[in-house]
């Protein structure tokens, strides 16, 4: 504990800020990792439910929001039923501002692991130098060389510090970016399974226009 103080001193307060920095940044990771990982495991169940309702089925779809009330794409689904009797374009706009709405749920709390990737080198960095003035203080007043490359080496402890903040705060930056992207293609396709499944008629509806089109014609 008096050797953790003693570096502490050295940095002159800056390794014990990058410990709360490392704090900070784990539980910024759990709490985004969960939420982010609910969400996609929440829009995969949405997701599988909406493809086995039929078209123009609106008694499925609002079951299917009903159990997912408190969900993002629930609110997809809600909003998908509320428009139902505008045209598809309509509805796309409002499903549009519903998944935009849904955006900064999802990308909260994300700057602070920016933050942690570029501010923990400059704070590991410039804890070295403040070791490093001490070190050579130590020099100027003794002239020890043993004491200043042990001081120095103390202060290296605060770069590397910093750069392992930094290292696991940019793996989970671009991990949480690649589940965001996920996120946000999973909200659009389901986007356009509602507008299909309120405005479509289905491959077998199609199908009859079609045969009745062919009909008309070799009646001509």
């Known amino acids: 504990m008096q050797e953790i103080i003693r570096l502490v001193i050295m940095t002159g307060g800056l390794l ?113 130098i403040i070791g490093m003035i001490q070190a050579f203080n130590v020099l100027s007043s003794s002239g020890g060389p043993d004491k200043v490359t042990g001081g120095i080496a103390d202060a290296l402890i605060s770069t590397g510090a910093g750069l392992f903040i930094a290292i696991i705060a940019v793996y989970f930056v671009n991990y949480f970016s690649s589940l965001t992207r996920q996120i946000m293609h999973q909200l659009e396709l389901i986007k356009l399974i509602l507008i299909n499944r309120l405005h479509g008629q289905g491959l077998g509806a199609v199908a009859e226009i079609n045969g009745q089109r062919s009909r008309a014609k070799a009646g001509a």
């Open 16 to 128: 014990a800020l990058m410990l709360l920095l490392l704090v900070v940044t784990v539980a910024v990771t759990i709490e985004r990792l969960y939420f982010l990982k609910k969400i996609l495991r929440q829009g995969r169940n949405i997701h599988n439910k909406l493809r086995q309702v039929a078209y123009q089925n609106v008694a499925a779809l609002q079951v299917i929001a009903d159990e997912a009330a408190e969900t993002l794409q629930g609110h997809l689904v809600s909003t998908a039923i509320a428009s139902r009797g505008e045209n598809a374009e309509d509805m796309e706009l409002h499903l549009e501002e519903e998944t935009m709405n849904a955006l900064p749920k999802i990308n909260r709390l994300l700057w602070v692991l920016d933050t942690s990737v570029t501010i923990a080198p400059l704070l590991g960095l410039f804890g070295t």
